[in-house]
């Protein structure tokens, strides 16, 4: 077989596997479990093979004409595009899907509706996975639209809680606000390059010969940004993602962690030529990535709920990754999603098993817990990994790709960087080293508050399923040394060094030193009020799929605490560190209440509005238009009273008027 | 002899006819005047038949081919009338308004099987 069949048959092997799981669901249970990981497994192993046999060497390049569009030179086409970025994120996403499969089938292993689950996760990687390989926007787009939609499903799975079923239709919302203006954007960048393959496009961007250029470049990049802060959760697009996590907890890993929210940096990073024409977009970029990092840092500081403290964390990183795309360093860019995709991924997963051993998502009722780390032992130890990773600690991975983004960004601030403003560069750095101090801070304080609690003993919910702790395991090797490999990498990417430098390494590493004491000395003044004041609505079920405890976590959170966000908990450190900010914080500095106030509202008057004006003003003119001819109609039944002899009688006096009338024309005329 | 004679002689008939349709109550007499200004109509087709001194004698032919369909006609038309003696017990035609627009949702038309019931008992 040839590399192209083995890269066509990737995305195609979990598509037909969803199919098959959809129509095979019901009928045959037994096969849903191989149906869901064999097809998934093995587009990864095809992955990993093309991703060692093409990394290095020239993209690899094939497309056939899928459909014309009234323009012949500009046809829509199926191609493929593989080069280091697409191989490697490829990659990513081929392994994250295999562990959240196999997790999958421990975590919702007796539930009802497994089947189209897992059906809807194969589909999902399938189009990420055609996402990374088009090199067609039209193409790209269709997996785009495609991972919109099975999200949408997948953070629905628990619709039976009223959370849920908001949070999936607020993602399929928002980020469908951002597709809007990214589908103009397309057709215009198509339209100006002539052409809708990605290649092509950067091609003509790239040589003065071609006779192509943008008109209006700095138009076309706001809008893809549009769509690219959608997907990717940057602001102010980014409220979806924290309420996503209503979902199950494998979806969160898979698609609010490592792979969907990548593909709109993964977009920009194929797209970068673009973007890098405007100094303006390239500007909002660092300024969108930086209002992003902080404000999701400082969130996550206040979450109660350990999956949204995980969500912000997610924005931030995604905003690290946008911030390195904004100094145009695409190489540091990925580097970033594919560690950050492994040591997420792995928290989301260790987070599931933590909920299921604590029977809460709740730090504060975690922070109650004696011995949860010995409870759950893999989940504590992987954990530990990911959130040093997470915190940018040497030699973990996080650590390098991390410096790699602070680099760039030094290297732009210094005016190194051709064709990127000193102030993208100047922006990406400082809030850059301002969020390494938060985001170590955040993770201090939730391994401290998870693991570290501690009045009474953790309820002992039995041993985790072995497929659950495994794959923590499996992915808590790249997050440990994924990094090492910054030396390699270059090749795969553009050629940009991805080595640490020294400057921003020590300033990074010791102000993430700095965020981690300052935690742990709050903690430590704090954790004595914990003992005070006992909290907690502890969901068990021992026997039951580790779903069923989520499930009742998440309803339970409102009701038990007030709040889905953040918890009355005065042994919280981030109560201290935050001050005053905390409530806001906890609300996501009120963007919900913003967007209520500037667009539901609005858009709910304007549904009333519509809706008096069909049923008051436009009904009113068609009974109208009824009335008259019923009164008419009522009159004229008046005659009819069933006497056949007042029938006759009007019929002849009738024929008698038109007979004299008739005579008497006749007359008129003859006379005439 | 003057065509006058058989002309007005037609007239009356129909006259008596149409009164008779129009004012009888009785089904049967409205039948008969119906008969009756068929039977003017024939009086003057004889009449101008022989007037016009026509060759083929259209007017007489015509005559006979409606007093068949007339002896037709008013067998089914007393058969019809017998029934509806015999079911509603009365042959008023003032009275058969079954097929009248109703004046309101409560003014429904008589229920015909429970009159057609009782108007059985009575001839029985």
Redesign the interface.
């Known amino acids: 077989m040839t590399t192209t069949t083995l890269a066509v048959l990737v995305p195609l092997l979990p598509f037909l596997g969803a199919v098959a799981g959809l129509l095979l669901g019901r009928r045959a249970p037994g096969f849903v479990r191989p149906l869901a990981v064999l097809p998934t497994l093995l587009a990864t192993c095809l992955a990993g093979v093309i991703a060692f046999q093409h990394g290095e060497s020239d993209p690899l390049k094939a497309a056939t004409e899928l459909t014309p569009t009234g323009n012949a030179a500009l046809p829509v086409e199926l191609a493929l595009h593989i080069d280091g970025f697409a191989a490697l994120v490829l990659l990513l996403v081929g392994v994250v899907a295999c562990c959240v499969q196999l997790y999958s089938t421990g975590y919702l292993r007796e539930d009802r509706r497994y089947s189209s689950y897992a059906a809807l996760v194969s589909l999902f990687t399938s189009a990420m996975f055609l996402v990374v390989y088009s090199d067609d926007l039209i193409v790209l787009l269709v997996g785009w639209e495609i991972m919109g939609i099975c999200s949408y499903f997948l953070v629905g799975h628990y619709w039976e809680t009223r959370a849920a079923r908001d949070a999936s239709l607020k993602a399929f919302l928002v980020t469908k606000l951002g597709d809007v203006p990214f589908l103009i954007g397309i057709l215009a960048l198509a339209s100006e390059m002539g052409s809708f393959r990605i290649s092509t496009i950067t091609a003509r961007l790239g040589s003065s010969l071609s006779g192509f250029h943008l008109d209006n470049p700095t138009l076309i990049a706001l809008l893809l940004l549009a769509g690219v802060a959608g997907k990717s959760a940057l602001f102010p697009l980014h409220t979806w993602l924290p309420d996503a996590m209503a979902g199950p907890t494998p979806v969160s890993a898979l698609i609010h962690a490592a792979t969907m929210v990548a593909a709109g940096i993964y977009f920009v990073a194929r797209l970068l030529p673009v973007f890098a024409a405007s100094a303006a977009a390239l500007t909002v970029l660092a300024l969108m990535a930086a209002v992003t990092m902080v404000g999701s840092a400082l969130a996550a500081l206040a979450q109660d709920d350990i999956k949204r403290v995980l969500a912000y964390s997610t924005i931030g990183q995604l905003a690290y990754m946008a911030g390195a795309l904004a100094v145009a360093d695409r190489g540091a860019a990925v580097f970033h999603l594919v560690s950050h995709g492994a040591f997420k991924a792995l928290l989301f997963l260790g987070a599931g098993v933590l909920i299921h051993a604590a029977g809460t998502n709740s730090l504060a009722a975690m922070s109650r817990m004696r011995g949860l780390a010995q409870r759950a032992p893999d989940a504590y130890w992987t954990m530990t990994i990911a959130l040093l990773a997470l915190a940018a600690i040497p030699p973990f991975a996080g650590f390098f790709s991390k410096e790699a983004v602070l680099g760039a960004a030094e290297h732009a601030a210094l005016g190194d960087a051709h064709g990127v403003p000193v102030g993208a560069g100047w922006t990406v750095l400082i809030s850059g080293l301002a969020t390494a101090l938060l985001t170590a801070a955040y993770a201090a304080r939730l391994w401290l508050r998870a693991f570290h609690g501690g009045t009474q003993d953790a309820p002992d919910h039995g041993r985790e399923p072995a497929v659950m702790t495994t794959v923590l395991w499996v992915l808590a090797l790249p997050s440990l040394a994924f990094g090492i490999l910054y030396g390699v990498l270059p090749d795969w990417f553009d050629g940009h060094s991805l080595t640490p430098t020294l400057i921003t390494s020590v300033l990074a590493t010791g102000l993430a030193g700095v965020g981690g004491i300052m935690t742990y000395a709050t903690w430590r003044h704090t954790t004595v009020f914990a003992a005070r004041v006992p909290l907690g609505a502890v969901a068990a079920h021992p026997e039951r799929d580790p779903a069923v405890s989520e499930v009742e976590a998440i309803v339970s959170h409102e009701p038990a605490y007030g709040d889905r966000a953040g918890a009355p908990d005065p042994a919280d450190p981030g109560r201290l560190l935050l001050g005053p900010l905390y409530r806001h914080a906890a609300q996501g500095f009120h963007l919900d209440a913003v967007y209520t106030a500037l667009v539901v509202r609005p858009v709910q008057a304007a549904a009333r509005l519509v809706r008096f004006l069909d049923r008051t003003v436009v009904d009113t003119y068609v009974r109208g238009a009824g009335l008259g001819p019923r009164l008419l109609g009522s009159a004229v039944r008046r005659a009819q009273t069933g006497n056949a002899q007042t029938y006759l009688g009007a019929l002849l006096a009738g024929s008698l008027v038109l007979a004299v009338a008739a005579v008497l024309v006749a007359a008129g005329t003859g006379g005439a | 002899m003057h065509l006058a004679y058989p002309a007005v002689l037609a007239v009356l008939l129909f006259c008596v006819g ?1 009164y008779g ?3 009888r109550r009785n089904a049967i007499l ?1 039948l008969i005047s119906v008969e009756l200004m068929l039977n003017a109509v024939n009086l003057n087709l004889v009449a101008f038949d022989v007037w016009l001194r026509d060759t083929l004698h259209t007017g007489q032919a015509l005559t006979l081919f409606i007093i068949a369909v007339a002896a037709a006609e008013i067998g089914i038309g007393l058969a019809i009338v017998l029934l509806v003696h015999r079911n509603r017990g009365t042959a008023d ?2 009275r ?6 109703p004046e309101g949702p409560d003014d429904e038309p008589e229920a015909p099987a429970e009159q057609g019931h009782s108007a059985g008992r009575q001839t029985a």
């Open positions: 149409i349709v129009l004012a409205v035609i003032d058969l308004r079954d097929l009248r627009e």
